[in-house]
T-cell receptor
Framework: EAGVAQSPRYKIIEKRQSVAFWCNPI?????LYWYQQILGQGPKLLIQ????????DSQLPKDRFSAERLKGVDSTLKIQPAKLEDSAVYLC????????????FGSGTRLTVV | QKEVEQNSGPLSVPEGAIASLNCTYS??????FFWYRQYSGKSPELIMF????GDKEDGRFTAQLNKASQYVSLLIRDSQPSDSATYLC?????????????FGTGTRLLVSP
């Protein structure tokens, strides 16, 4: 089965600019997650979708971050305006409806804000 | 108190030795526990999960769970240089009906030839 697809792989932007990341989950996986991983830290959940509805966005900085999952498949995560501290790897993951087995992560997008 | 705690390391072991990686968690309601391996510059890769108290073995890897002590560990037998990576412990959070993994900061493992 094809894995979780993410693009772009790398992005360098100046602070106060905007950026968007894209994720296509594994076919049939209803749950989609966006995580932020700052260098030297573990992944931190930003937002969790079940189909096209938001399950948890408690740690999403909503003043600058937004995410959507149209038609319950692909998802985009946007940052506007970016800050230096947003430099991180943004990981998308998906899982099937049952609660077993953990997630499959995509290759991630490495964002550098200068 | 962090939800999932790991020693950041590095943990250095010689090739062929047993590497022991440890993790504690704060939520007593947690029901499933995962170990991910992350090579530098790569995304996390699931290597094991465990739900029940006791040991679970898969090849050179053994996961151990003690819910009373809120403790999870990963043993890697016959460690190889290719095992050098960061190992992330993840715990399934509150029972919402969906998987929601909370990760520790990871332990960096270095296996020397």
């Amino acid at each position: 089965e094809a894995g979780v697809a993410q693009s772009p792989r790398y992005k360098i932007i100046e602070k106060r600019q905007s950026v968007a990341f894209w994720c296509n989950p594994i076919s049939g996986h209803a749950t989609l997650y966006w995580y932020q991983q700052i260098l030297g830290q573990g992944p931190k959940l930003l937002i969790q979708f079940q189909n096209n509805g938001v399950v948890d966005d408690s740690q999403l900085p909503k003043d600058r971050f937004s995410a959507e999952r149209l038609k319950g498949v692909d998802s985009t995560l946007k940052i506007q305006p970016a800050k230096l501290e947003d430099s991180a790897v943004y990981l998308c993951a998906s899982s099937s409806r049952d609660r077993a087995g953990g997630y499959t992560f995509g290759s991630g997008t490495r964002l550098t804000v200068v | 108190q962090k939800e999932v705690e790991q020693n950041s390391g590095p943990l250095s072991v010689p090739e062929g030795a047993i590497a022991s990686l440890n993790c504690t968690y704060s939520d007593r309601g947690s029901q499933s526990f995962f170990w991910y391996r992350q090579y530098s510059g790569k995304s996390p890769e699931l290597i094991m999960f465990i739900y029940s108290n006791g040991d679970k073995e898969d090849g050179r890897f053994t996961a151990q769970l003690n819910k009373a002590s809120q403790y999870v560990s990963l043993l890697i037998r016959d460690s190889q240089p290719s095992d050098s990576a960061t190992y992330l412990c993840a715990v399934n959070g509150l029972n919402t009906g969906f998987q929601k993994l909370v990760f520790g900061t990871g332990t960096r493992l270095l296996v020397s030839p």
